[in-house]
């Protein structure tokens, strides 16, 4: 069984910052990417951002370009988002996501509180 854990939400204001973090924890598995999501009240859950391993590529929904950051953690299949310049808009509950080359992205966490006051 391999389990996702995000942390690192809350309640912030408006240009505040934030930084998530995930890690896998469970059965040994190999992911060929790692990703965030979120789904905001009474709206479909959509992509925020990517890795790919093995380039270190990262890919970014066109809202959060240039506020939001993707990247490895120290361990391996672990991941963080920095989040920047928040927006109420951006208040949902955000996801992390493993991707394998089988199975797409097969596994999720149970998501983070995330908060955006104005």
């Known amino acids: 069984q391999v389990q996702l854990v995000e942390s690192g939400g809350g309640l912030v204001q408006t240009g505040g910052s934030l930084r998530l973090s995930c890690a896998a924890s469970?059965?040994?598995?190999?992911?060929?990417?790692m990703a965030w999501f979120r789904q905001a009240p009474g709206k479909e859950r959509e992509f925020v951002g990517s890795?790919?391993?093995?380039?270190?590529?990262?890919y970014y929904t066109d809202s959060v370009k240039g506020r939001f950051t993707v990247s490895k953690g120290n361990a391996k299949n672990t991941v963080s988002l920095q989040m920047n310049s928040l927006k109420p808009e951006d208040t949902a509950v955000y996801y992390c996501?493993?991707?394998?080359?089988?199975?797409?992205?097969?596994?999720w966490g149970q998501g983070t509180q995330v908060t955006v006051s104005s």
């Open positions: 469970g059965r040994t598995f190999s992911s060929s990417a």
């Open positions: 996501a493993a991707r394998t080359d089988e199975l797409g992205y097969a596994y």
């Open positions: 890795i790919i391993w093995s380039s270190g590529n990262t």
